[in-house]
Structure formats: structure tokens, C-alpha cells
């Protein structure tokens, strides 16, 4: 009876490890990319609250002077996530600030901590028509821009 050995050669194991290598080479920098974006879309989902707030406010006053944290429906500047350190509303615009390290992540990311999300209102034509918004995020050029497309 013949005794046959099973197993992979050396050549097959090199190829397989060459063909993960390359599929990192892709994977690992998407994945970074991913990451930088959702903490930066953290911005979005807690200006969220801040925007109602405004809107109420400018619906109840119908002028955008004088709606900052605190006041009518806006709630404290002290909220904190992930990577939001602030949020400030001044006259209705809305301003996110990151810092990864002092948020509850806990870690820095010199990438998201550079950025700043800015949601400011636009006014209609007419009184009493309800509000736009237009996001800018700094710096734009980014892949991970937090503001729709």
C-alpha cells in the first residue's frame, strides 16, 4: 500500500500569502478612510438636534439674531461623542468641533481633530418660510467630507 503525504507545497503557501498581501494593500487604507468618515458623520447626527432647535427658534421669532446654546430650544454646548468636543450655535449657525482624544474614543485622530463641520441657515424669500441649510466642512478636499453630496 502506497503512503501519500497531503499538505501544501512552499509555492502554494507563497502565492496565498502574496494574494492576502495585495488585498491588504487595498483593504487597509478604505478601512482608515471608513473610520475618518464615521467619526466625522458623528457631527452630522448631533447637529441634528441643534438644526430642529434653530428651526423651532427661527419659526417663533422669525429672525436668526440672538439663537445661540442655550436660549429658546437649543440645547448646551456641553454635548460630547465619539470625537465631537463642541458644538456652538451663534445666530443660528452651527458649529462642530472634533477632538478625538477628549471625546469618549478617548484617542487622537490628527485627521477628524482638523476638521470643523459648519451648518448655517438660509432664509427665505418670504417671512415665515421655513429654513435651508448649507454645510461646509474644513478642509473640503477630504475623502471622509461629512457634508451631503
Same mark, same amino acid.
Given at each position: 500500500?502506497?503512503?501519500?503525504?497531503?499538505?501544501?507545497?512552499?509555492?502554494?503557501?507563497?502565492?496565498?500569502?502574496?494574494?492576502?498581501?495585495?488585498?491588504?494593500?487595498?483593504?487597509?487604507?478604505?478601512?482608515?478612510?471608513?473610520?475618518?468618515?464615521?467619526?466625522?458623520?458623528?457631527?452630522?447626527?448631533?447637529? /441634528?438636534?441643534?438644526?430642529?432647535?434653530?428651526?423651532?427658534?427661527?419659526?417663533?421669532?422669525?429672525?436668526?439674531? &440672538?439663537?445661540?446654546?442655550?436660549?429658546?430650544?437649543?440645547?448646551?454646548?456641553?454635548?460630547?461623542?465619539?470625537?465631537?468636543?463642541?458644538?456652538?450655535?451663534?445666530?443660528?449657525?452651527?458649529?462642530?468641533?472634533?477632538?478625538?482624544?477628549?471625546?469618549?474614543? &478617548?484617542?487622537?485622530?490628527?485627521?477628524?481633530? /482638523?476638521?470643523?463641520?459648519?451648518?448655517?441657515?438660509?432664509?427665505?424669500?418670504?417671512?415665515?418660510?421655513?429654513?435651508?441649510?448649507?454645510?461646509?466642512?474644513?478642509?473640503? /478636499?477630504?475623502?471622509?467630507?461629512?457634508?451631503?453630496?
Amino acid at each position: 500500500m502506497k503512503n501519500k503525504q497531503m499538505g501544501f507545497t512552499l509555492i502554494e503557501l507563497m502565492i496565498v500569502i502574496a494574494i492576502i498581501g495585495i488585498l491588504m494593500a487595498y483593504a487597509i487604507p478604505a478601512y482608515q478612510d471608513y473610520t475618518k468618515r464615521t467619526l466625522a458623520n458623528e457631527g452630522n447626527a448631533m447637529a /441634528a438636534a441643534y438644526k430642529t432647535g434653530v428651526t423651532v427658534s427661527y419659526a417663533e421669532i422669525d429672525t436668526l439674531a &440672538g439663537i445661540t446654546n442655550s436660549t429658546g430650544h437649543i440645547p448646551a454646548a456641553d454635548a460630547t461623542g465619539l470625537c465631537v468636543d463642541t458644538i456652538t450655535v451663534t445666530d443660528g449657525v452651527i458649529v462642530v468641533r472634533y477632538n478625538c482624544a477628549l471625546g469618549s474614543k &478617548g484617542q487622537a485622530n490628527t485627521d477628524v481633530d /482638523a476638521g470643523v463641520l459648519t451648518w448655517t441657515p438660509i432664509v427665505g424669500v418670504t417671512s415665515g418660510a421655513s429654513l435651508q441649510w448649507a454645510c461646509t466642512y474644513v478642509p473640503a /478636499a477630504v475623502a471622509y467630507n461629512p457634508c451631503p453630496k
